[in-house]
């Protein structure tokens, strides 16, 4: 039973245009969710958050999107550039979850030169 | 540079054996996480350790085990190995127990092959 998906395994870009990763979940008792990006032989760093009470959140050139009622979440990347090239991991955590995160599969996003 | 540190990076080893993976936190982190991440998944919560004592677990066998310690290093076990059990083992570290504090901190993981 999959709480978070990431329905697409793989995204390629133009350098410079922009890229989206979309994300769904099934459980209402997520109220936080967040970005991690992972490079080979490294472990995931975080990028980006939101919690359940926002439907944006900005930094930079990445942008998180939330849409509670639909148990959507996308992160879009402008300009995208091709040290953006890694895997993208949704991840979701619930109130009192004590940062147990519940993670999707991964997109593995390659921005083409 | 996460300042959480792994140890082996890689471990093969054979059916039934036993297992430890090492991890040292970020200095002053008093929080540990450990993640299962299979080829092609996600990683998958195992168990927290909070100032030594366990925390929260998944949906691991007892056969998982974990220990922390006083000087931020801690200790991922796994008895009798199983063929599933090989995986890419993430520890993570972080300060306190607040679970919308994004500051989780992943080191760069034990590859185990169980043969």
């Known amino acids: 039973d999959q709480q978070v998906k990431q329905n697409s395994p793989s995204l390629s870009v133009q350098e410079g245009r922009i890229s989206i990763l979309n994300c769904d979940y099934t459980?209402?008792?997520?109220?936080?969710f967040l970005w991690y990006k992972k490079y080979p032989a490294e472990g995931p760093t975080f990028l980006i958050s939101i919690s359940s009470i926002k439907d944006k959140n900005e930094d930079g050139r990445f942008t998180v999107f939330l849409n509670k009622s639909a148990k959507h979440l996308s992160l879009h990347i402008v300009p995208s550039q091709p040290g953006d090239s890694a895997v993208y991991f949704c991840a979701a955590s619930g109130r009192g979850s004590a940062r147990q995160l519940t993670f999707g599969s991964g997109t593995q996003l390659t921005v083409l030169p | 540079e996460t300042g959480v540190t792994q140890s082996p990076t890689h471990l093969i080893k054979t059916r039934g054996q036993q297992v430890t993976l090492r991890c040292s936190s970020q200095s002053g982190h008093n929080t540990v996480s450990w993640y299962q991440q299979a080829l092609g998944q996600g990683p998958q919560f195992i168990f927290q350790y909070y100032r030594e004592e366990e925390n929260g677990r998944g949906n691991f066998p007892p056969r998982f085990s974990g220990l922390q310690f006083p000087n931020y290093s801690s200790e991922l076990n796994v008895n009798a190995l199983e063929l599933d059990d090989s995986a890419l083992y993430l520890c993570?570290?972080?300060?306190?127990?607040?679970?919308?504090?994004?500051?989780?901190?992943f080191g760069s993981g034990t590859q185990l092959s169980v043969l």
């Open positions: 459980n209402s008792m997520f109220d936080y």
């Open positions: 993570a570290s972080s300060l306190g127990l607040t679970a919308t504090n994004e500051k989780l901190f």
